[in-house]
């Protein structure tokens, strides 16, 4: 599968300096999906440097390159260190997150990510889970969807929506996008109809996948999987998803809680390589306009 139809690597340049690559060194990209990153620091390495590469959409593996210096698993990054130790490498030198959804995943019909085609309800990452949005829209009690259309979609009428939909399946089951869509009915603003879909789905699809847990776990595994002065560089694509990566990043917790030793020195796994967040540029926007939200941030390990 070609690597632009898959999805279009973000801020690639902006990624790759921030890995600060060694030719020998040993790196990993958590969220492998079409490869762009990848391949980019494959360029980097020399014949002595490895890549661990991890994804958990069965369709990320027929991107993998054919290349000795390689290693694709097919896992949740959440559990990224543990495979790195099975693999025999306890410290790294770089980490690569490409948070959220890819190109792939919102453009292929039958993946059910999208509200632009009237498939069956999915949104499963992982093809193999068992839990998926069908489920999820059918089983959950009115208050459950309450909190996660408000939580991880910033819905106004979160409560509404929710009544909507238990009312809906009461009558009929939601098994398809045209299902959920017409469940939420007026609920949905007609002059704001596709912001607000999207954040209905993004709710979701957050949900299926526990994205926030996942997301917190893995945070709190990448400190113990780097070397002092290793990289760690990180994209997100919305607020829930930026607000932890910064609090852990700047203070090591998810609070943003600051802790200081006796010198009155922070006390973090991390130091920041920029300060300012760093965000697309007006070319990269214009040839790629999915990558308005993304924020980068780098930091580099510290000997705390």
């Not at 959440?78 to 130790?85: E, M, V, W």
């Not at 929710?162 to 959920?180: D, F, P």
């Amino acid at each position: 599968m070609a690597e632009y139809l898959y999805h279009t690597p973000v801020m690639k340049r902006e990624c790759i300096e921030g890995l600060a690559i060694k030719p020998s060194g040993v790196y990993a990209d958590v969220t492998f999906g079409g490869g762009g990153h990848s391949r980019e620091i494959l360029k980097h390495l020399g014949s002595q440097g490895r890549l661990f590469v991890f994804d958990q959409d069965l369709d990320a593996a027929d991107n993998v390159p054919q290349d000795e210096r390689i290693v694709f698993f097919r896992s949740n990054f959440r559990y990224f260190a543990q495979f790195l130790r099975l693999a025999g490498c306890e410290k790294i030198d770089g980490i690569i997150a490409d948070l959220g959804v890819s190109s792939h995943h919102l453009d292929v019909a039958d993946r059910g990510f999208s509200f632009r085609f009237d498939v069956p309800l999915d949104m499963r990452m992982n093809q193999n889970a068992g839990f998926d949005a069908m489920e999820l829209v059918n089983t959950y009690g009115a208050e459950s969807l309450k909190k996660i259309f408000l939580e991880y979609g910033e819905i106004k009428n979160a409560w509404k929506l929710a009544q909507n939909i238990v009312s809906y399946r009461g009558a009929k089951k939601i098994e398809t996008v045209g299902n959920l869509i017409e469940a939420a009915g007026n609920c949905v603003p007609k002059f704001n109809e596709n912001k607000y879909l999207a954040q209905m789905f993004q709710s979701i699809r957050i949900e299926v996948n526990k994205e926030i847990e996942v997301l917190q776990e893995f945070l709190l595994r990448t400190a113990g999987a780097l070397k002092p002065g290793g990289r760690f560089v990180i994209m997100t694509y919305h607020s829930l998803e930026d607000r932890p990566v910064k609090n852990y990043l700047k203070t090591g917790n998810f609070q943003g809680k600051e802790e200081k030793d006796v010198y009155g020195n922070l006390i973090s796994p991390f130091e920041l390589v920029n300060r300012k967040v760093i965000i697309p540029s007006d070319e990269e926007l214009e040839k790629n306009p999915r990558s308005r939200s993304a924020k980068l941030r780098i930091a580099e390990r510290t000997v705390y």
